[in-house]
């Protein structure tokens, strides 16, 4: 079982940058593919980012590709999203979550979930 918990979430302004934190427990963290998803109010939660277990490949959604970034650094046990160019739609609550299953996008797919972080982008 493995604990993940994010951080970095704030209120921003269009345009601005925020860069999310998610750390894990245990010392398994590199035998882990990661994903990050998003979930704003009233809508579905929707995938964001999806890095390797060794940080060598990545996939993303294409309402972000080009803006958002995924990383991971296994000796420190933790998982990032630097997210540039923002807007209002980015508003959400963010999650990191372990890959279990086979599809990279799909929500069913990952297992342990953190709390969340809020991001707003305000106009």
């Known amino acids: 079982q493995v604990q993940l918990v994010e951080s970095g979430g704030g209120l921003v302004q269009v345009g601005g940058s925020l860069r999310l934190s998610c750390a894990a427990s245990?010392?398994?963290?590199?035998?882990?593919?990661m994903g990050w998803f998003r979930q704003a109010p009233g809508k579905e939660r929707e995938f964001v980012a999806h890095i390797s277990r060794s940080g060598g490949t990545t996939y993303y959604a294409d309402a972000v590709k080009g803006r958002f970034t995924i990383s991971r650094d296994n000796a420190k046990n933790t998982v990032y999203l630097q997210m540039n160019s923002l807007n209002p739609e980015d508003t959400a609550v963010y999650y990191c979550?372990?890959?279990?299953?086979?599809?990279?996008?799909?929500?069913?797919?990952?297992?342990?979930w953190g709390q969340g972080t809020q991001v707003t982008v305000s106009s």
């Open positions: 245990g010392r398994t963290f590199s035998s882990y593919a």
């Open positions: 979550a372990t890959r279990g299953g086979i599809l990279l996008d799909s929500s069913g797919s990952y297992d342990n």
